[in-house]
């Protein structure tokens, strides 16, 4: 089983600081991705990356950056934190499989409020 | 860029009814629509998905089918059980790989 892990569930900060959010999968997967949940407003990609030290602004990239130094893990950075940023964050992985799949493979997600 | 939008936001039925989550997208160039379903306290997970060169596909209790003409796709859930329980999302990709979700569907199915 395709496994995504996030470093935290629950994580509270301050404004100001600079947040680093986790990822990391175990099935070789090319392509990462990281979003934010937020009610009505359904899953909005941030950033992804399709190989290692390689990365692509979403739709809402402000704010954010990323860091992907190794195929298996992909970092989101918020370099200094807001409370607009309170949301759920979730990560997904995905390979072009030979069936052409392209499934995402998601995360727990981390639940990130900020005061 | 593409945008979809998911009716109805949130949507009750009794147990053994039929459930029926519809979604719109902008771009006729998509050509993947997958669908998600994600429980409490856990990431999406992928249920069913559909190309752009079928108008159906169905797996068990849940089928999907696509209007590419009118640009909308649906995902019809029969015999609903209180395990379909849970929050849906649709979503659309141009590329197979970054996907544009809906803004999800809240499923509560009553015993």
């Known amino acids: 089983d395709v496994k995504v892990t996030q470093s935290s569930r629950y994580l509270v900060k301050r404004t100001g600081e600079k947040v680093f959010l986790e990822c990391v999968q175990d099935?070789?997967?090319?392509?990462m991705f990281w979003y934010r949940q937020d009610p009505g407003l359904g899953l909005r990609l941030i950033y992804f990356?399709?190989?290692?030290?390689?990365?692509e602004k979403g739709d809402i990239p402000e704010g954010y950056s990323v860091s992907r130094e190794k195929k298996e893990r992909f970092s989101l950075i918020l370099e200094s934190a807001s409370t607009n940023q309170t949301s759920m964050y979730l990560c997904?992985?995905?390979?072009?499989?030979?069936?052409?799949?392209?499934?995402?493979?998601f995360g727990p997600g981390t639940r990130l409020t900020v005061t | 860029g593409e945008n979809v939008e998911q009716h109805p936001s949130t949507l009750s039925v009794q147990e053994g009814d039929s459930a029926v989550i519809k979604c719109t997208y902008s771009?006729?160039?998509?050509?993947?629509f997958p669908w998600y379903k994600q429980e409490l306290g856990k990431g999406p997970q992928l249920i069913i998905d559909?190309?752009?060169?079928?108008g159906e596909k169905k797996d068990q209790r849940i089928a999907v089918t696509l209007n590419k003409t009118a640009k909308h796709f649906s995902l019809h859930i029969t015999e609903t059980q209180p395990e379909d329980s849970a929050v849906y999302f649709c979503?659309?990709?141009?590329?197979?790989?970054?996907?544009?979700f809906g803004t999800g569907t809240r499923l509560l199915v009553s015993p």
């Open positions: 990356s399709y190989d290692v030290k390689m990365k």
């Open positions: 099935m070789d997967h090319e392509n």
């Open positions: 771009d006729s160039a998509s050509n993947y």
């Open positions: 979503a659309a990709s141009i590329a197979f790989q970054k996907l544009v």
């Open positions: 559909i190309r752009s060169n079928v």
């Open positions: 997904a992985s995905s390979s072009p499989g030979l069936a052409g799949g392209y499934e995402q493979y």
